[in-house]
């Protein structure tokens, strides 16, 4: 092993701070023991370049392993998925087919009650007689007359309150004209009779 001081020199320091020579020997001796132990604890621990690329070249194996397995995996999930989807969209239509012949079945019924409905009209317009539509017409007629000629009577009134109302005020104007006119002369004649 090399050692990366140089233990004459330290021999050398040690007897110039007032160690002898054999002491200054046996205290290098002890440092480079320690030393070498110290260095094989750390090789113990420590890895060789061949053990540390052996060791990369174990783990990308085991790394390409778990790749091809989580694609087999994906693979086979995938495949699951798809057939699940393929469930689900055949129950869909199957749902779908069951919801359009339950529409077309209400549809067919709400048909035939409305052709019973019409049919079932048409018989009781054709089981009374024609007499009664006929009276029924012609009470509407006399009522839409009966409310002209009303409608025409409030009118005529409204007119002839119009024209009672202008002359009333007419009338009015007269004898407020009248009245004015009257006080006008009763003041000249009290002024000419005082000047």
Not at 74 to 93: H, V, Y
Not at 125 to 135: A, D, G, R
Not at 157 to 181: Q, R, W
Request: hydrophobic share 40%; glycine share 2%.
């Amino acid at each position: 092993r090399k050692l990366f001081f140089d233990t004459h020199a330290l021999v050398c320091l040690l007897e110039e701070n007032g160690f002898t020579t054999q002491q200054s020997e046996v205290i290098v001796s002890a440092l480079v023991k320690i030393m070498n132990t110290n260095l094989d604890m750390i090789y113990k621990d420590m890895v060789t370049k061949v053990q540390q690329e052996i060791a990369l070249q174990q783990v990308m194996s085991h790394i390409g392993g778990v790749k091809k397995d989580m694609i087999i995996l994906e693979k086979s999930e995938f495949s699951a998925l798809r057939s699940e989807n393929e469930k689900i969209k055949l129950e869909l239509q199957q749902i779908k087919k069951q919801v359009m012949d339950e529409i077309t079945k209400v549809r067919a019924d709400n048909k035939l009650n409305l052709n019973l409905e019409k049919s079932r009209v048409k018989e009781l317009v054709t089981s009374y007689p024609k007499s009664i539509f006929t009276l029924i017409y012609s009470i509407h007629a006399q009522q839409d007359r009966a409310l002209t000629q009303t409608d025409r009577k409030i009118d005529t009134e409204v007119a002839d309150l119009k024209t009672m109302l202008e002359s009333h005020k007419l009338d009015n104007i007269k004898y407020l004209a009248g009245s004015v006119f009257t006080c006008l002369t009763v003041a000249l004649g009290f002024y000419r009779l005082w000047i």
